[in-house]
């Protein structure tokens, strides 16, 4: 048997083995605004339900391990005491990973990751439309638990409204927990969906996504590509150079077969497969070919 004390390894290897061994962990995607009101948007897997009378959640907000800075969530919340967590579902599941992306201060990931923001109303912060179950929060208490990089910072929150969305009801008004469809967080790249199993979710690029605020419109308003679609090809450090396209084409045969005719949505149908098979460099191609 592997025995650990924590003190005598990297906190980032601490860090490794208690979320790969702690989990599944439920998304607290946390919306958040500052006293000038910029947004921010960020997921966050140290999380759960504690009480019922009062509704009480709580999540926790780290220090980066890296350099021991704090997250703009973190300093939102110290500022307005307020937060709307939303519930990550399977269909929102690549949006919510890619506005885990470190934007500069001041950068709305809503408009990054593609989702819709929804006016609260009881709190400041904007709920997310997509979003299955939306709880409006103020923050009773933050209790630091350290002050080097990788401590938490326990947001405890007190849900004062909850809206849920009439699609994932029941004939009695409950919760269904298929139609619901939540995911939850594993180590790693690898989440879990509730009712299939295990999926991989490919790390937002430290270099960061171009977002899907910045991918081309003709795209962005496919009837065929979904918002996790979006958000994978938003996860991309920059779009194919003219000439990486052109020696695409040329290169490929059934592309240029695919490319004759005038159905584009056939075009993007092919794309989202090689989206699914995690092919998304040569599906931006495919969709950028003319």
Same mark, same amino acid.
């Given at each position: 048997?592997?025995?650990?004390?924590?003190?005598?390894?990297?906190?980032?290897?601490?860090?490794?083995?208690?979320?790969?061994?702690?989990?599944?962990?439920?998304i607290a995607f946390a919306s958040t605004i500052d006293n000038k009101?910029?947004?921010?948007?960020?997921?966050?897997?140290?999380?759960?339900?504690y009480s019922s009378n009062p509704p009480i959640m709580i999540f926790? /907000?780290?220090?980066?391990?890296?350099?021991?800075?704090?997250?703009?969530?973190?300093?939102?919340?110290?500022?307005?005491? $307020?937060?709307?967590?939303?519930?990550?579902?399977?269909?929102?599941?690549?949006?919510?990973?890619?506005?885990?992306?470190?934007?500069?201060?001041?950068?709305?990931?809503?408009?990054?990751?593609?989702?819709?923001?929804?006016?609260?109303?009881? /709190?400041?912060?904007?709920?997310?439309?997509?979003?299955? !179950? $939306?709880?409006?929060?103020? !923050?009773?208490?933050?209790?630091?638990?350290?002050?080097?990089?990788?401590?938490?910072?326990?947001? #405890?929150?007190?849900?004062?409204?909850?809206?849920?969305?009439?699609?994932?009801?029941?004939?009695?008004?409950?919760?269904?927990?298929?139609?619901?469809?939540?995911?939850?967080?594993?180590?790693?790249?690898?989440?879990?969906?509730?009712?299939?199993?295990?999926?991989?979710?490919?790390?937002?690029?430290?270099?960061?996504? #171009?977002?899907?605020? $910045?991918?081309?419109?003709?795209?962005?308003?496919?009837?065929?590509?979904?918002?996790?679609?979006?958000?994978?090809?938003?996860? /991309?450090?920059?779009?194919?150079?003219?000439?990486?396209?052109?020696?695409?084409?040329?290169?490929?045969?059934?592309?240029?077969?695919?490319?004759?005719?005038?159905?584009?949505?056939?075009?993007?149908?092919?794309?989202?497969?090689?989206?699914?098979?995690?092919?998304?460099?040569?599906?931006?191609?495919?969709?950028?070919?003319?």
């Open positions: 048997m592997l025995t650990i004390d924590p003190k005598e390894i990297s906190t980032a290897k601490l860090h490794s083995y208690l979320l790969n061994a702690i989990a599944p962990r439920p009101g910029k947004v921010n948007l960020s997921p966050f897997s140290f999380f759960n339900v926790s /907000v780290n220090r980066r391990v890296r350099d021991n800075t704090t997250k703009h969530t973190l300093e939102n919340i110290l500022q307005t005491n $307020q937060v709307v967590i939303n519930i990550v579902d399977h269909t929102i599941v690549h949006q919510a990973s890619l506005s885990s992306t470190e934007y500069p201060k001041g950068v709305n990931e809503f408009i990054k990751s593609g989702l819709t923001m929804r006016k609260s109303e009881v /709190v400041k912060p904007y709920r997310v439309a997509e979003s299955p !179950v $939306q709880f409006e929060c103020k !923050v009773n208490e933050v209790i630091a638990l350290g002050d080097q990089g990788g401590a938490g910072n326990l947001i #405890i929150a007190e849900v004062l409204k909850i809206h849920i969305r009439p699609e994932v009801l029941d004939e009695n008004n409950a919760i269904d927990p298929l139609k619901i469809d939540l995911v939850a967080r594993m180590g790693g790249d690898w989440y879990t969906r509730a009712r299939e199993g295990m999926f991989e979710v490919p790390k937002p690029l430290r270099s960061k996504g #171009i977002g899907v605020d $910045q991918i081309p419109e003709f795209i962005r308003n496919s009837n065929t590509l979904t918002g996790n679609d979006l958000g994978r090809l938003a996860n /991309v450090e920059r779009l194919p150079l003219k000439q990486e396209v052109e020696d695409y084409i040329s290169e490929n045969m059934k592309v240029r077969e695919l490319l004759s005719g005038d159905d584009r949505s056939q075009v993007h149908q092919r794309a989202k497969e090689l989206i699914e098979q995690n092919k998304v460099v040569e599906a931006w191609k495919l969709l950028l070919a003319k």
